[in-house]
């Protein structure tokens, strides 16, 4: 178990060490699953007939690679967050650092770029996610503003800004809803009556981008810098499933919620990983000092948002690395997991594959954290489920 509480007094100051379990809230085990890396295959807890297949190296063909450190401007990125992939098989891949989509065909040659550094129409300040509605639109988080275009044609245009009451973390898109995170309020009004904490997934109607209703648990807390920190994490949809994935950046945790309504339907638990702790020192009047410590493993883990595969069938990954250390190579080993969306069962598969970004028309796109995300692989597999 990797939750515990530390408190203590020095007159008027005490000091939490999140995350807990109690404000975790994993109290409901009926739909908690706790899973572990390097836990053997089969899986007994679970009904394995339906993974008949696992995603492997073995039928992922190697198409070519986007990025490199010296050449061509459009070939160089400083940091690549996202990718998506799509009916033309174009590739859009978002650069954070410079804040521009460069778009690619499917044989990896460049076609053109979108967005920039701006405030204007089209232009992005903060983007850090992209998703695809149907064959029509790409719709990027750009802060407090969605970035709207056509791509249901050879030609990409420009269409529309959303503006937004809350800052968008992470989008995800199922049917003709589109997900929003936010974890930060807007008062406290927004925090739910008589909990502490607040509805952090938000759905909204495509193309008019009116919010329909509000879901998802942060981590349950008074002060909302801690939530903040804590709520942090991804969002990921299956259609076939009609789930909202959460993952939670700082913590080993994994919520599905149905896209219907927003119920949540199971929780995953991954022990065994290490974290940045948040120390949470209060003094007398109520304000809270937050700081970090470091794991004592010298090894910080980070859980991937999860990607889908096939039908029900997501992908999601632990990607650990070691504190830098004099004389001490920086290491990167990836933990891979294929889970039914619908109930949450997982298996673990292994460590064999590379941190995957996005699945889609039978392209598997991958990154690499050695090199910093200046680059990325594509994958061709000509069935839809990759078999061992």
Not at 170 to 175: D, H, Q
Not at 211 to 221: E, V
Not at 265 to 290: C, P
Not at 365 to 384: E, P
């Amino acid at each position: 178990m990797i939750f515990f509480i530390i408190g203590c007094s020095n007159g008027m100051k005490s000091t939490i060490e999140h995350p807990t379990e109690e404000n975790l809230d994993l109290s409901d085990q009926k739909h908690s699953a706790i899973l572990q890396i390097n836990e053997e295959i089969p899986n007994e807890n679970i009904d394995v007939e339906q993974y008949s297949h696992y995603l492997t190296l073995k039928e992922m063909t190697e198409v070519y690679m986007i990025g490199t450190l010296y050449g061509k401007e459009e070939e160089m990125f400083g940091r690549i967050e996202d990718v998506v992939i799509d009916s033309f098989n174009r590739v859009y891949i978002l650069d954070v650092s410079r804040q521009q989509i460069r778009v690619f065909n499917e044989n990896g040659d460049y076609i053109s770029t979108i967005g920039g550094r701006g405030e204007g129409p089209g232009e992005f300040q903060f983007a850090s996610s992209m998703a695809i509605y149907g064959d029509e639109l790409l719709i990027v988080n750009n802060g407090y503003r969605l970035e709207v275009y056509d791509i249901s044609s050879k030609k990409i245009e420009f269409v529309e800004t959303v503006q937004l009451e809350k800052r968008i973390h992470s989008i995800c898109i199922s049917g003709d809803q589109l997900y929003l995170h936010s974890f930060e309020p807007l008062s406290p009004d927004d925090m739910l009556e008589n909990e502490n904490y607040i509805q952090t997934i938000h759905a909204y109607s495509i193309p008019s981008y009116e919010h329909r209703f509000s879901f998802g648990q942060s981590y349950i807390h008074d002060d909302f810098a801690v939530i903040g920190r804590l709520t942090a994490g991804s969002l990921g949809c299956n259609d076939s499933s009609s789930t909202v994935i959460f993952t939670f950046d700082r913590m080993p945790v994994i919520h599905g919620y149905s896209s219907v309504d927003g119920e949540l339907l199971w929780k995953n638990r991954i022990d065994g990983l290490n974290f940045h702790r948040i120390i949470e020192t209060r003094v007398g009047d109520g304000r809270s000092n937050l700081s970090y410590r470091i794991p004592e493993t010298n090894i910080v883990d980070m859980l991937s948002p999860s990607i889908t595969i096939i039908d029900e069938y997501e992908i999601f990954q632990v990607i650990r690395t070691n504190l830098p250390e004099l004389g001490v190579d920086r290491t990167v080993e990836v933990f891979t997991f294929q889970m039914n969306s619908s109930n949450g069962q997982a298996l673990y598969i292994g460590n064999a594959i590379p941190e995957l970004v996005t699945f889609s028309n039978n392209f598997i796109v991958s990154r690499d954290l050695l090199d910093g995300y200046t680059s990325i692989k594509i994958y061709k597999s000509d069935i839809g489920v990759i078999s061992e």
